[in-house]
T-cell receptor
């Protein structure tokens, strides 16, 4: 069955340090992968996506993510964290071979806390 | 300004009452979605619509209903049959192609008193 796992409920990082938010997936085909961010009591904002091509994808606000097919992972990274990066981060995946519609499979979310 | 609007931002309802959440988009997107978000859980799909006058049930459609009479509008009704309706509801839209990105509205927080 298709699934997305975000193994860490919360990640704590000091401001200025690099950050990583982990995501692993299980789909049968070649996935489309997405990262979204949610600030408190707000809707989700799109950060970046991987469809095909270069495994390193760059997105909004200095974030990037690396697609690793052998490890079935799509970890979100940023070289230097800001306090304003503190939010809830969601990974999502779509298996184009499994669905005739455009549904996404969502991870449970990871709360990122950046401490000054 | 292009975007997705949801209203109201906060909504309170008494048990046994139906309530309708509004979702409007001016992005000219074909597909629209309703999600429910509960603490500690990912988003769960309630209903989605790929074209006007057509919609499909998602994973948790019981106790909810929708309509899609216009391309820009996709209202969600939470009926009295929904056993635990208190949640944060998110509407999204996308162009309607397999590789596309979903864009989200600001959400409506529904509380049943």
């Amino acid at each position: 069955a298709q699934s997305v796992a975000q193994p860490e409920d919360q990640v704590n990082v000091a401001e200025g340090n690099p950050l990583t938010v982990k995501c692993t997936y299980s789909v049968s085909g070649n996935p489309y992968l997405f990262w979204y961010v949610q600030y408190p009591n707000r809707g989700l904002q799109f950060l970046l996506k991987y469809i095909t091509g270069d495994n390193l994808v760059k997105g909004s606000y200095g974030f990037e993510a690396e697609f690793n097919k052998s490890q079935t992972s799509f970890h979100l990274k940023k070289p230097s964290a800001l306090v304003s990066d503190s939010a809830l981060y969601f990974c999502a995946v779509r298996d184009p071979q499994e669905y005739s519609n455009y549904q996404l499979i969502w991870g449970a979310g990871t709360k990122l806390i950046i401490k000054p | 300004d292009g975007g997705i609007t949801q209203s109201p931002k906060y909504l309170f309802r008494k048990e046994g009452q139906n309530v309708t959440l509004s979702c409007e988009q001016n992005l000219n997107h074909d597909a629209m979605y309703w999600y429910r978000q509960d603490p500690g859980q990912g988003l769960r799909l309630i209903y989605y619509s790929q074209i006007v006058n057509d919609f499909q049930k998602g994973d948790i459609a019981e106790g909810y209903s929708v309509s899609r009479e216009k391309k820009e509008s996709f209202p969600l009704t939470v009926t009295s049959a929904q056993k635990n309706p208190t949640a944060f509801y998110l509407c999204a839209s996308s162009i309607g192609q397999e590789r596309d990105t979903q864009y989200f509205g600001p959400g409506t927080r529904l509380t049943v008193l």
